[in-house]
């Protein structure tokens, strides 16, 4: 069967706008879509993204072309990965005719682990936020992971005589590679679970909770350790332009959390 030959429709986004107003951001927000990631060489992870693309628009135009924003997602070819943000970025770029853009995707993120005593194996979910910007000339790539672990507060343990209390933590990694930097979501998560007073895990057996609850308490933590910690490992990294690493402790013995950051830009 013969489809019917499409009428004449107006381009009225294309046309002039009288105020002559240029646009900073304009596109789409919250679009939903299933992708895949593979971070670095593991196997593809099926996921389901929440999706914002932005251009600048000028201000001799109307409007931009909005299913051209999702069609950028749609025909992204072969899984997406911190090494593909920068092409992505650039088929936003050169399909909406834009000098400015922006593409950021926001997943969960699972990752296989072993509990440290049994080791029965289970998944763990993380947050993952990545970002690609084309602005002033200039192109960069942000990667978040939010990593929940385990503090264990170290007056707490100074002061009792019977333990110390101890509560879950997010940390919250945000870095900005150089350009061909080399870096997994695997390492930040790792990174960040290394600093903790423990790491968290999907599943564990009654031999497990004993190692996790005294490693725990052989590593205190205030929530300004947690961020230094990670700081400090990420100063030095040339990898890296810049960065920022948050912490918030969900007090178990307040109605309140404990919070810290650090925020750096590298030369």
Same mark, same amino acid.
């Given at each position: 069967?013969?489809?019917?030959?499409?009428?004449? @429709?107006?381009?009225?986004?294309?046309?002039?706008?009288?105020?002559?107003?240029?646009?900073?951001?304009?596109? @789409?927000?919250?679009?939903?879509?299933?992708?895949?990631?593979?971070?670095?060489?593991?196997?593809?992870?099926?996921?389901?993204?929440?999706?914002?693309?932005?251009?600048?628009?000028?201000?001799?135009?109307?409007?931009?072309?909005?299913?051209?924003?999702?069609?950028?997602?749609?025909?992204?070819?072969?899984?997406?990965?911190?090494?593909?943000?920068?092409?992505?970025?650039?088929?936003?770029?050169?399909?909406?005719?834009?000098?400015?853009?922006?593409?950021? @995707?926001?997943?969960?993120?699972?990752?296989?682990?072993?509990?440290?005593?049994?080791?029965?194996?289970?998944?763990?979910?993380?947050?993952?936020?990545?970002?690609?910007?084309?602005?002033?000339?200039?192109?960069?790539?942000?990667?978040?992971?939010?990593?929940?672990?385990?503090?264990?507060?170290?007056?707490?343990?100074?002061?009792?005589?019977?333990?110390?209390?101890?509560?879950?933590?997010?940390?919250?990694?945000?870095?900005?590679?150089?350009?061909?930097?080399?870096?997994?979501?695997?390492?930040?998560?790792?990174?960040?679970?290394?600093?903790?007073?423990?790491?968290?895990?999907?599943?564990?057996?009654?031999?497990?909770?004993?190692?996790?609850?005294?490693?725990?308490?052989?590593?205190?933590?205030?929530?300004?350790?947690?961020?230094?910690?990670?700081?400090?490992?990420?100063?030095?990294?040339?990898?890296?332009?810049?960065?920022?690493?948050?912490?918030?402790?969900?007090?178990?013995?307040?109605?309140?959390?404990?919070?810290?950051?650090?925020?750096?830009?590298?030369?």
């Amino acid at each position: 069967m013969n489809r019917p030959e499409a009428p004449a @429709i107006p381009d009225v986004q294309s046309h002039p706008d009288a105020r002559e107003l240029a646009i900073d951001r304009v596109g @789409i927000r919250g679009l939903r879509y299933p992708l895949s990631f593979a971070d670095g060489e593991s196997e593809p992870f099926s996921t389901i993204a929440s999706c914002n693309l932005y251009v600048a628009l000028p201000a001799e135009r109307k409007g931009t072309h909005m299913s051209r924003l999702v069609s950028v997602i749609d025909d992204a070819a072969g899984p997406l990965s911190l090494a593909s943000l920068p092409a992505l970025l650039q088929t936003l770029l050169t399909r909406l005719e834009a000098e400015s853009g922006c593409v950021e @995707i926001a997943f969960p993120w699972f990752l296989r682990k072993t509990a440290p005593v049994s080791g029965a194996q289970s998944m763990m979910d993380y947050e993952v936020r990545l970002s690609a910007e084309a602005l002033d000339g200039k192109r960069s790539v942000a990667v978040t992971v939010v990593v929940p672990v385990m503090s264990l507060c170290p007056s707490s343990k100074a002061m009792a005589d019977y333990g110390a209390h101890n509560q879950r933590s997010h940390l919250t990694l945000s870095v900005k590679p150089r350009a061909g930097a080399t870096l997994t979501l695997a390492e930040l998560i790792a990174l960040a679970e290394e600093e903790a007073s423990c790491e968290l895990y999907g599943m564990l057996k009654r031999s497990d909770e004993k190692y996790v609850t005294e490693r725990a308490y052989e590593r205190p933590r205030f929530v300004e350790d947690l961020v230094r910690g990670i700081a400090a490992r990420l100063v030095d990294d040339p990898r890296f332009e810049g960065f920022s690493i948050s912490a918030e402790n969900f007090e178990s013995i307040h109605n309140h959390s404990a919070y810290a950051e650090i925020a750096r830009e590298k030369a």
